[in-house]
């Protein structure tokens, strides 16, 4: 598996550049298909935005980038795939998410609803009024929400217009309300800044809904072991099915690549703009250059030697946090990263895997993440403000710190390309680009040149490791390329016998 350069002797039906969720994920189904599949990635590990690596000391696993996995049970792809089938446990904290505030008081999003809504108090009745109808419908919300969204189908159906009327009636409501005394209004004001856009907007409300009905349907569920676990499930069944998997395997040109009846390129506008620009169309480049990216992030993972003393109750049973007080700081953080600068009390967006998996650290000591938004492209070390915010919710936590890590935005794009200038999203979430992505006028997975096609966080249905992009354009591919018809998730459900035993990962 550690090459430098493809092989050119080997012809492939499709090659796969990058081996994110959606490379992988779309690997999987060609090579369930019974076609000759290889998959090259720039790094000296498979997985993207899903790996997990002894980042400060050996024996002490933080994920990389991502860590808590709603759509790892809820996704139309990754309930197909099955990752327990896989070996792979979801650890389901009590509680998704909690936010707290000054005061010692917190919102917790229990995974139960009626114990959600008992601890909201007074806004316990409007939690269910807006969260009640998604939940009960939560298949149709996913559905949705992991659409390709290309034609008018996807936005006519019952589950959207319910889900669009929630959206709009408390965007409205939130753009609305200038009181800071809702913890409610918090709760959903840190779970839209999730999307890294105004949380008032329609895009960062949608967004926020989406994972506000996971919290209550399945849970924002953490693997034991970390997120690496759900890439080499995928990478396991690639290998079984006859796939081929290539690391330190970067792809400047695609030209380079074996012959291959389709590219799939699991890359975002910025990097397929240069590994395939000797084939692409200038107008097409033209348009790729019009993807706008938003802000980007500053990592800190950390090791502990305790659990953090959070002040609220519930606090030490949710897997997420989100640490930014009430809803005007939450609006302040965000137009000061939106002006360019960092502010000095930042939105961090912290996961506590400890909580559930002991397996992350030796007894007694405990990891734990945390992200924060910076102007893209950053090179700012802000893991001050970011222990500040935690020791504000958790007074004593910062005598617990035993090292840590650091990754700037600029380190996070460097580490992978697709997070141009640190965008952890790869690219903005604007109400046009969410639609719409990569953005209008731009076909999600196909490209000018017939057999090159793309699929990654910058197409339908957008970030996180669902796999919904490498089953869209899997989709595309086997129905043009290979006559396969109807729906590639048939491919997942029954069993298939392997067809390669003996492969392992790493041959
Ligand atoms: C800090 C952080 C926290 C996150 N938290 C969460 C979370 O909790 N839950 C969640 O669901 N999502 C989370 N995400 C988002 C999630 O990780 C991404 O949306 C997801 O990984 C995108 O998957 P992808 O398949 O598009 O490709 P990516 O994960 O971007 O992978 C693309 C791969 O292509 C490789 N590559 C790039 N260029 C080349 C080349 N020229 N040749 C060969 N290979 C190349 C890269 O090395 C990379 O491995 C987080 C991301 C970050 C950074």
Same mark, same amino acid.
Not at 348 to 352: A, E, H, M, R, S
Not at 412 to 418: M, S, V, W
């Given at each position: 598996m550690r090459r430098r350069g493809p092989s050119r002797t080997a012809d492939y039906d499709v090659s796969v550049v990058g081996s994110g969720p959606n490379g992988l994920a779309a690997a999987v189904l060609f090579a369930r298909a019974g076609l000759r599949v290889a998959v090259y990635e720039a790094a000296t590990e498979l997985g993207g935005g899903a790996r997990t690596t002894e980042l400060i000391s050996p024996g002490v696993w933080h994920d990389v980038c991502s860590s808590a996995h709603p759509m790892g049970l809820a996704s139309p792809f990754m309930r197909a795939?099955?990752?327990? *089938?896989?070996?792979? +446990?979801?650890?389901?904290?009590? %509680?998704a998410y909690a936010h707290p505030v000054d005061g010692g008081r917190a919102g917790v999003a229990w995974n139960d609803l009626d114990r959600t809504v008992d601890g909201l108090g007074a806004d316990g009745p409007r939690w269910r009024a807006l969260l009640a109808p998604l939940v009960a419908d939560w298949t149709d919300v996913v559905e949705l929400a992991m659409a390709d969204l290309r034609g008018p189908r996807g936005l006519t159906s019952t589950a959207a217009v319910r889900f669009g009327a929630r959206v709009a009636y408390q965007s409205r409501s939130m753009r609305r309300t200038r009181s800071d005394e809702s913890i409610a209004g918090d709760m959903l004001t840190g779970v839209n800044l999730h999307a890294a856009v105004p949380p008032q907007t329609l895009a960062g409300t949608a967004v926020g809904l989406v994972l506000a009905t996971l919290a209550h349907a399945v849970g924002w569920p953490i693997p034991r072991g970390g997120s690496r676990t759900i890439v080499a499930a995928l990478a396991q069944d690639i290998l079984r099915h006859g796939g081929e998997l290539f690391t330190d395997c970067r792809v400047d040109d695609v030209r380079d690549l074996p012959p291959s009846t389709a590219v799939v390129l699991n890359l975002t506008p910025a990097v397929i703009a240069r590994t395939a620009r000797p084939v692409l169309p200038a107008p097409y480049l033209r348009k790729l250059s019009r993807f706008r990216y938003g802000p980007g992030a500053c990592k800190v993972d950390l090791l502990l030697s305790g659990p953090v003393p959070w002040l609220a109750d519930g606090c030490d049973r949710a897997g997420t946090l989100h640490l930014v007080g009430g809803r005007e700081a939450a609006l302040a953080a965000a137009r000061t990263v939106a002006a360019g600068a960092h502010p000095e009390r930042p939105y961090? &967006? &912290? +996961?506590?895997p400890g909580v559930v998996d002991d397996s992350r650290a030796p007894e007694g000591r405990h990891t734990l993440s945390a992200y924060c938004h910076v102007p893209l492209g950053s090179d700012v070390d802000v893991s001050e403000a970011v222990l500040d915010q935690i020791e504000r919710f958790a007074p004593g936590f910062r005598d617990l710190v035993v090292a840590r890590h650091v990754q700037t935005a600029a380190t996070? %794009?460097?580490? @992978?390309? @697709?997070f141009s200038g640190g965008d952890i999203l790869s690219g903005a979430l604007s109400l046009g680009q969410l639609v719409r992505r990569p953005r209008p006028g731009v076909a999600a997975f196909s490209t000018p040149v017939a057999g090159l096609y793309h699929c990654s966080a910058a197409t339908p249905p957008g970030p996180g490791v669902h796999g919904m992009a490498g089953f869209h354009v899997a989709r595309r591919v086997l129905r043009r390329h290979f006559g396969? +018809?109807?729906?590639?998730?048939?491919?997942?459900? =029954? *069993? %298939?016998? =392997?067809?390669?035993?003996? %492969?392992? =990962?790493?041959r």
């Open positions: 795939f099955d990752l327990s *089938a896989h070996g792979v +446990t979801m650890l389901r904290p009590d %509680a961090v &967006l &912290l +996961t506590q996070l %794009a460097r580490y @992978n390309e @697709n396969l +018809t109807g729906d590639p998730l048939r491919l997942l459900r =029954p *069993a %298939a016998p =392997p067809e390669h035993d003996s %492969a392992q =990962p790493g």
